[in-house]
């Protein structure tokens, strides 16, 4: 790695080919540092570049971009609108589709959904920017307080959302459209679910989680924080006192590894520390020269690239499987190895290594044992899935631990509907979005 100039006299820095910085050994990245490496990773189109890129757009009559979208967004309408400067009804196109349209803009996997079914890509262009031009009509919606939506005449209807994230907020902004009351209960302090809380800071800030969810919140939908249902409030309690309930919750815990040593300092799992770092300035979260990441899937990259900008100087993935059977997608691979991290391939951890603390995690590879040193190790290997809760609420669920419903969403419950995670195993935001859309247009459907 390249060597750079180190901004004052206590920072000293190196450059990877994506340009973050981080520490040489006994030394801290200064917070200027962490910042900008924490910055967008797709910056905003300014007026004229966005001008530009929606000048592109073939506008096609059947296009592949919206087929392949969950939400079915109708990606040439909202280009064009904002072709011709009509930001708003651009944003109403994007959010009436999608609730949770600004925050897809930012972490939606967008190589292999629209841009990747874009027809430029055939004729060897790069795809059109549909991401970045989502993001500029949203962004404007947020900055200028658009107000697109309000909600019919009361209905008179009661729904329960257990639940505040993507699909709980795309479940609450349909059915307040429609004029019935919706009360969001949820285990966190502020609503958006990972959005908020888990989501790489260089793709979606809390900031710009907590906008968007308030675009839905000032709907009328009243937010119960700091609540865990089955806990603070009875299930059935809810199911008895509204017209019909929807479950939205994701997964639970970081699943364990099962190996000893897991309990010492310095090891956490991918979400806790993804959620640590979001809560804190930029330069309050140190981490230690080393760290290693177990897994390999999108969160696991998430975990690795942060422990990176943050300013370990080594930060190495350890996966039991090769590089083709990694889950995370190749494009997220790509980012990890532009940020400098390494990777243990056929690495299967035996035990966590050290005193109280964690010094480094001895791993089984083709060609024995090794110990890899490390200060941090950082658990992303999947989440437990929701059927314990999910069989205590009465629901029936699979034998992999998942909600099981029909085309609209229905449990096996009377007046229960779900979506998002607790159904499909783990998705993307836009999945969830389109599941809460659903469920709630099959729960209006029920009133009637």
Not at 75 to 97: C, E, M, T, W, Y
Not at 155 to 180: I, N
Not at 357 to 380: N, R, S, W, Y
């Amino acid at each position: 790695m390249s060597r750079t100039t180190p901004s004052t006299s206590t920072t000293a820095t190196t450059a990877t080919k994506s340009g973050v910085r981080v520490a040489l050994p006994g030394q801290q990245v200064g917070s200027a540092d962490v910042a900008a490496n924490f910055a967008d990773i797709a910056p905003p189109l300014s007026a004229g570049e966005a001008f530009a890129e929606s000048a592109r757009c073939l506008y096609c009559y059947d296009a592949p971009c919206t087929n392949v979208c969950p939400t079915h967004i109708d990606v040439p309408a909202f280009i064009k609108k904002i072709h011709s400067g009509n930001l708003r009804g651009a944003a109403r196109v994007i959010l009436d589709a999608n609730p949770m349209g600004h925050s897809c803009a930012r972490a939606c996997p967008v190589e292999v959904l629209c841009e990747g079914a874009c027809v430029m890509n055939e004729a060897e262009h790069r795809p059109i920017q549909i991401a970045r031009l989502q993001r500029h009509a949203t962004d404007a919606l947020l900055e200028r307080g658009f107000a697109l939506f309000t909600p019919a005449p009361p209905s008179g209807k009661k729904v329960a959302v257990v639940g505040g994230g993507p699909a709980g907020l795309a479940c609450a902004q349909e059915l307040r459209r429609h004029g019935h009351d919706v009360v969001i209960y949820d285990a966190h302090a502020k609503p958006g679910g990972l959005n908020t809380y888990g989501i790489a800071q260089y793709k979606l800030t809390p900031e710009a989680a907590l906008a968007e969810a308030d675009t839905i919140l000032k709907l009328g939908v009243t937010f119960r924080g700091n609540t865990v249902v089955g806990r603070d409030v009875a299930f059935d309690d809810l199911v008895r006192d509204h017209d019909a309930l929807f479950i939205g919750f994701g997964l639970g815990a970081t699943n364990q590894l099962g190996i000893p040593g897991e309990d010492k300092a310095g090891v956490i799992d991918a979400l806790s520390f993804i959620e640590h770092l979001k809560d804190k300035p930029y330069g309050a979260y140190r981490v230690p020269d080393r760290v290693l990441v177990i897994g390999a899937g999108n969160t696991a990259v998430d975990a690795a690239t942060q422990a990176r900008r943050l300013g370990a100087r080594e930060v190495a993935f350890v996966y039991r499987r090769g590089p083709d059977e990694a889950s995370a997608y190749a494009y997220e691979m790509e980012l990890a190895r532009n940020d400098g991290c390494l990777f243990h391939f056929w690495a299967t951890p035996l035990e966590v290594v050290g005193g109280a603390h964690v010094d480094g995690l001895k791993v089984k590879t083709p060609d024995g044992e090794q110990v890899l040193a490390a200060g941090m190790v950082i658990k992303a290997i999947g989440q437990e899935k929701q059927g314990t809760a999910l069989r205590g609420f009465g629901v029936a669920v699979d034998d992999k631990g998942r909600a099981v419903v029909d085309a609209q969403r229905k449990t096996s419950r009377a007046k229960v509907w779900a979506g998002g995670d607790c159904v499909n195993g783990g998705k993307e935001i836009v999945n969830a979005a389109e599941d809460g859309k659903q469920a709630a247009r099959a729960i209006h459907a029920s009133f009637a």
